[in-house]
């Protein structure tokens, strides 16, 4: 089959590949599709036959024009909205940039010139065209184009309908209101506009006569939406069928993930409800996109010299512990799985203790916590201590059982066992302390065969963790009246940071 749309030098790029790397498979999805064409090439990239950007480089250099990956470029909102939604979804294009009143535009037929004519003509810019993978096109439309404004809309038609008063007379059909479409509609809406502010997480709370929707974007809450609270129960009970949750079940704490396209990745979420007053609140928390599942170095952490360059030096180290604290958002997973990649190596064994599993990493072992068949980080960790670990991650220390162990491991050089663990509060919400069973701040512990462990510790508050009245994770006494020097001061006799001479928690190596 032949096509008059064919790529010659795509073709060709195809051609040259083995039999044994896949060439008969793509030989063969272009005599269905049309060797060469705009459709044989998002088949070969679907079947994973070929890497997304080298097949789209061989495209866009068959037809002189710059490859973009829209799902890692700048998209702004300038850009954005020089171009109706219409008709970005009808010419496939997304505005990505304007740099000298030029907008740099990703289109699915670049090489169409009365297409590019078209879109100039529509929106009275001057447009530069490259080519963007269809798939990843779409997936930024449907990000980009979610707003406040359409997400009010979109609550607006679902009132419109008025089949969704939950709270009414006689038991609701769950099942149909969940299956909707205005209800599917707003909860994408809500999903995608999350994705657009990078928010981290989302909070959907019942309140007396109306609810809220709330986002996490840098530490703080943003309010995004209100609506009516006869909608409430109706929007937590698709967010339970997306997550195969018991839908009927409104007494009790649930938890679940789910997954939605975006492009050619799936965006990935976990919900947690519990029971409130006027209703359960839904917690959705933003896991990193498939697409972007890559582990970050150090270095694209952006750390400040002074920072990087000891926590570089206390990764490498023997043996030591390292505590990685902030609140949410502030970036302790990225930095622990950047600092696991620094260490990686085939000589050393690494085991992970997450709830959840956030992103799969090659090269070391993860363990996730099940609390229904009551596996929890305390037993996993008294478990992989067995299991003759170099380095372990543990996902949260929020109890004394789980930090006894671990401090116990870090203080009297358990043979093979290296740690490192994280937590989501900030560093003055604990009191430290040792294997006695005091609460200890999250952190990474690690240590060799090769002898104990220090008696330092470290701790690493990330930059934008710093609360604006902090409270010290380790106060210590400076001498004078009361405890020795050096004791820990239990937190039940914690006093504000001036009766103490106590310092602002920083960065030390």
Partial sequence: ????????????HLGAIPAAEGGTEIAALGRTLGPGTLAHLEAVVSAGLLPKDQA??????????????VAASVVTDQAVALIPLEIAQKLKAIGLYVVDDVLTVALAQPAEADLVRRLQRIIQVPVSPVFGFPADIE????????????LQDSLGLLMQHGCLLLDGQGEPNLEAV???EPLARVLEEILYHALRERATDI????GKRESRIRFRVDGNLRLIARYPRKLHRALITRFKVLCNLNIAETRFPQDGSFSVPVGTSQASFRLSTIPSLYGEKAMVRLLTQAARQRTQNLEEMLMAQPVLQPFRQILRNASGIVFVTGPTGSGKTTTLYAGLAEINDPKINICTIEDPIEIPLGGLTQSQVNTHIDLKFATLLR????????????GEIRDAETARIATEAALTGHPGARHAAHDQRAA?????????????????LRQ??????PRRTHLFQMPRALPARPRSPAPLLRGGGGPRRGAILPRARLRPLSRHGLSRPRCHP
């Avoid at 089959?1 to 060709?12: C, G």
């Avoid at 478990?383 to 543990?394: E, N, T, Y």
């Avoid at 003055?428 to 990474?444: E, F, K, M, Q």
């Fill in 139 to 150: 997936g930024a439309i449907a990000i980009h184009y979610c707003t406040e404004s359409s």
């Fill in 203 to 206: 909070h959907v709370e019942a």
């Fill in 56 to 69: 789209c480089k061989w495209w866009a250099d068959g037809l002189g024009l710059a490859y973009v990956d």
């Fill in 383 to 394: 478990s992989l201590l067995r299991q003759d670990p170099d380095v372990i991650l543990v």
């Fill in 448 to 453: 060799r065969r090769a002898g104990p462990a």
């Fill in 428 to 444: 003055g919400d604990h009191a430290a302390g040792g294997p006695r069973g005091r609460a200890v701040p999250c952190g990474a």
């Fill in 1 to 12: 089959m032949s096509s008059k749309n064919a790529n010659p030098e795509f073709l060709a």
């Fill in 178 to 180: 969940a299956e909707s």
